[in-house]
């Protein structure tokens, strides 16, 4: 067992964390709302801590997962300072590559390993301790913090050098936004024809059309209900991050532009905080 430090404790973080102490680890952590750090302390054999630096000065691992690039720097640049040498720093954050490689040679300057691992499957997959995490760094720091990193995980991956792990998110992302697109589409034709949404899923649903967002999230789209899931404002986020590794490629990415344009409709009825399966809103406003 391991003494970890976990920054951040979002809506992904907090159930990340709690199972870190399930698993047997001894975890501190933080996060800027230190009232948020307290209640996660009350619920769970950790210890909630003000200050980075006192938070990770022991660990044997600093997991991170905040917003963006600007607080991925700010808290790497007071947590890597003060961890010892040796220790390994996770990032969950989804972030830039440019952003992982930054900080990892903040890393390689202090002699600590570092990978860039962000995560996907949502709150569900982290409550559930059902996520997958894409890792970017080298083999020793993979092999040393996976087995930490399973007791949230069902998939735990290395993809490459550091930035690969944000690199193949950005591919994860890309396919979400033409799918969710494409499922909005067939959810809206469904229903101005006339069927039920729920017996087409049952008589496509294990056909080469099926998907997880369809399993998950036809159903809920075609009753309205978009007050869950991944927001829209953090999909933006990443799509931005996409577009713009998309144009420092050189690589065109027609469908993915365009979603994103139906993303900031959807911001723009109001729908900010909605679930990512909400551009079937957006259709239904057009009518």
């Avoid at 009350?42 to 991170?64: C, L, P, R, W």
């Avoid at 997958?132 to 996976?146: E, L, P, R, S």
């Avoid at 869950?228 to 577009?243: N, P, Q, S, T, Y």
């Amino acid at each position: 067992m391991a003494n970890v430090a976990f920054l951040g404790l979002g809506v992904m973080g907090y159930p990340m964390a709690g199972h870190l102490v399930d698993a047997g680890h001894s975890v501190k952590v933080w996060n800027r709302t230190m009232s948020v750090a307290e209640k996660w302390a009350a619920e769970y054999e950790g210890e909630a801590v003000s200050d980075i630096a006192a938070a990770v000065t022991e660990a044997d691992f600093v997991m991170m997962c905040v917003g963006r690039d600007a607080d991925v720097l700010a808290v790497a640049g007071k947590a890597v300072p003060a961890m010892k040498k040796g220790a390994v720093l996770v990032d969950h954050t989804t972030a830039s590559a440019q952003c992982a490689r930054e900080v990892g040679e903040m890393c390689v300057a202090k002699q600590i390993g570092f990978l860039d691992a962000p995560i996907s499957g949502g709150e569900a997959g982290a409550v559930n301790g059902q996520l997958t995490v894409m890792c970017g760094g080298n083999q020793t720091h993979f092999d040393t913090a996976k087995p930490v990193i399973d007791a949230y995980a069902k998939a735990v991956k290395l993809m490459g050098p550091v930035g690969s792990g944000q690199l193949t998110k950005m591919v994860n992302q890309i396919c979400i936004a033409g799918l969710l697109q494409g499922l909005s589409e067939a959810v809206h034709f469904a229903q101005s024809a006339g069927l039920d949404v729920d017996e087409v899923v049952g008589a496509i649903g294990k056909g080469a059309a099926q998907s997880w967002q369809m399993d998950n999230r036809a159903s809920t789209m075609a009753k309205g209900e978009y007050e869950f899931g991944f927001a829209v404002d953090w999909m933006r986020k990443d799509l931005g991050i996409v577009l713009d590794a998309a144009s420092d490629l050189g690589v065109d990415l027609p469908v993915t532009k365009l979603v994103d344009g139906y993303y900031a409709d959807i911001q723009q009825i109001g729908g900010s905080r909605w679930d990512t399966s909400s551009l079937l809103a957006r259709l239904k406003s057009k009518n």
